[in-house]
Every structure is written in C-alpha cells, then in structure tokens.
C-alpha cells in the first residue's frame, strides 16, 4: 500500500495515523452493500458510507456510462446565468418528486453545507425583498448538525465544533431536539416558541430543523411537531427550513423525510443520496413564493458557487433517481423498515444498550453505563468510541458510525439496496461486537477501579 503522509483526514485525529502508528482503513472495491479494503478484506457497509451511498456500489457501469455520455458531449456550464439541459431537467425532476410539497425551484451546490449556506442567503434575500432587513437570527436545534462552513456552522449546534472559529456568521439560537430517551425539556415546541418569543419573532427569518436528526442518534419527531413548527413559522413570519441532507430520497422510505412527518417547509436542502453518492452534489429546493420575490425586475439572486448543477452530476443524479423508482428503491425501505427495527429492538437485552431509535435505514442504539441506562459519562466514551468500538467493528468487518456529538450511540444507515440477509449480517455483526464491547467495560472499570 502506498503511504498516505500527504492526506489530510477529515474529522480524523491525523496523528493517530502519521508514521503508521494507527492502521488506516483504505477501501478500494465496493460490490452491492459490501467495501474492500486493500488486502481484500471484506466489509459490510452498514452506513451507506456516510449516509450517503444509497444504491451501494454496484451502479458504477451503468452511471459512468451516463457520465461518459454527458462529458463526451459538455463536460461543463456553468449556472452563472447559463445552463445546462441536464441541470434544467434536473430541477423540473426535483420539483415533480416533490409532490405535495410544493418545491417548484431548485438551486444547486457542491454538498449539503453550501445547500445549507445558500438556503439561508436566500432566505435572506426573501425577507429584504419583502422590505423586512430586520430579520437577521435563525432558530435551530442543540446537537444537530448541519455543516461545517461558517455559515452552516453557526446553525449546526455542536458547540465543541464552532467555540475555536470565534462569532457564529449568522446569529442562531438554538433550542431543544427531540431527543425522546433524554428530554432537554417536556415539549421541545414551547421551547421553539419561547426562543421566539424572547428573541422577537420580528427578528426571525429562518427556523432550521432535520425531519429526523443525524446528531444524537436518530432523533425522530413526536407526533404532531412538524405541523407545530409550521404554526409558529407562520405565527412569526419565518420561513421553515427542512435540512434533508441526510433524509432525503429514500432514507426514510420516501422521497423526503418531510413527506413521511407531515412537514410542509418552505426549503429543502438536500445532497448525498441525490447521486447516492457517485458524484458530489447539493441543492436547495424552495416553494415558488420563496423565489418568487428573486425575480422581481432588476433583483439579482446574490450567491452562486462554480460547480452549482455541473451537468456531469446533473445528468447521474437524474439516472439515479429514475433508479429509485425503476428498481423499487424506496419501496424495498418501507417493506423492511419493520424487519430492521425488531431486530434492532432485540439488542436491547444487551447491557450495553439503552435506547434504539430512528425511521426508515437509519437508526442508532444509544449505548449506557449501567442497567439504570445512566449515559456513558466522557472517559468512558473516549476509552469506547475511540478506543475499543473502531477496532472491534473492523475486526467484525462491519461499518458503522460510532459517535458522541450527543450521548454514545452506535449508527446505522445501510444502503438502500440492502435485503433482508444483509440488515440481518449488520445487526448481527451489532450484537456480536456490543456484547463484547459491554464486557469490555466491564472489565475495563474493574482494572481502573482495582489501578485507583
Ligand atoms: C443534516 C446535514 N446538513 C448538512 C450536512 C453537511 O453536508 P456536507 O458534508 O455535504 O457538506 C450534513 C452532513 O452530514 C448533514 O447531515
């Protein structure tokens, strides 16, 4: 294997890896729902890469024969007051699979930060248009995550992520998740209101939420939040963001997330599964009325990044969503959501699991000190989620997320091609390496507590 000095790694610890101190997992090869590593080794990708790749790796010939085709012909234009047919198509696609919801304009990016990042400029642009420059904070919740670029990052709300970057470039309060297993507060909607309420509601433009949320484990909405979210974005003039980066097509077994809630956003943000993971690409999509005021005469949409609709990623994201419907894509994540969940739900005899939850092919098991479900304070975590968990899940040849941007939780969001037999491997190779993982703790807390 070559060395890899010259790479920096995202969200990594870089130096656990320099000088082959640590052994960097490098895929090389993916088949179906499965990677391989560079000696061969297999592996069960239980999270879609990183919630992304939703067809699994198996569409390379007939998506880069798609991407051939358009590069052969344009390999680029830009949307820079230009475009391309594929990013036009796209954009009416879009607006179609939005069925109810409305979303009749689409504006494209790189990922799922810029698609953050514009959301919000538009929203903006919205309000000034609209002769309301007064609107200028955000509303969004404690733990989510949504993107590292300043502007996405002041609305992510991972404090341990944004304190080293100085001021927040938007002024965001943050409010309650719906975190059901550990409840910041008894009704997560009062404390939207409040939030409002104390921070003017004439002051608000945007009210930024996930249909489930990624950070914390899988958090779903209680019944009746969505439409709670709309009364009061409606109440106080805001306009209600629904950031499906991670929800969107098919994830949830719908289109998007906020099809399956019962939301009704203004915007949409969304990118991974909008090419499954074959090219990168993002995009904000809004009701007409939102955009509306971005074509008064004379009025300049002000944002706009290079790669925005590349017609290369334009033309594979429309393949992949004619291959969501074409091999019954969504479908398959509504027929075995409840087979995942039961077996999910089976882990709960183990020790070490306190909580599992999430919709659709994404769910956590939140991971506990002790039968009383105490969460698993800091040192601990650091010893399991760092030590022992990244170790023991690559040894089990299974992928999943372990994390703490919340309480520990162990994450999964297999591809969406995935069957019966391979949710089954995933959950198994679960419960083979939390067993172990809870007797490892055990034992590990004996050892310190006889060193103390
Ligand atoms: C909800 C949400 N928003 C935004 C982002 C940022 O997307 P990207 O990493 O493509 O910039 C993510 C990434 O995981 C996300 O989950």
Redesign the pocket.
Known sequence: MVGHEHLLLHFARNGAYADGAADLLVLQRGEGPYVYDTSGRRYVDGLSS??CAQLGYSYGEELGEVAATQMRQLAFKTNWATASPPAIELAERLSKVSGELALGKTFFTC??????EAAWKIARQFHLARGEPGRTKAIARRT??????LG?LALTGVSSMKEMFGEPAIDVRHVANTNAFRPEVPDPLADVERAVEEEGPESIALIVA?PV???GGCLAPPPGYWEGLREIADRCGALLHA?????GFGRLGEWFGSQRYGARPDIV?C??GLTAAYV?M?AVLVRDEVAAPLYDAGRTLLHGVTFGGHPVCAAVALRVLDIYGRDHVLENVRALEPHLEQRLRGLLDLLLVGDVRGAGFFWAVELVADAADAPVGPLDRERLLRQYLPGRLREAGLIARADDRGDAVLQIAPPLIADRAVLDEIVDKMGEVLTDAGEWMTTHRAGAAAAA
């Open positions: 990183l919630f990922g799922g930060s810029e698609a953050v989510a995550y949504h993107g590292v670029t996405a996930e949320q990624n950070a950031d499906e980066v991670i929800t943000t990118a991974k990168p993002g």
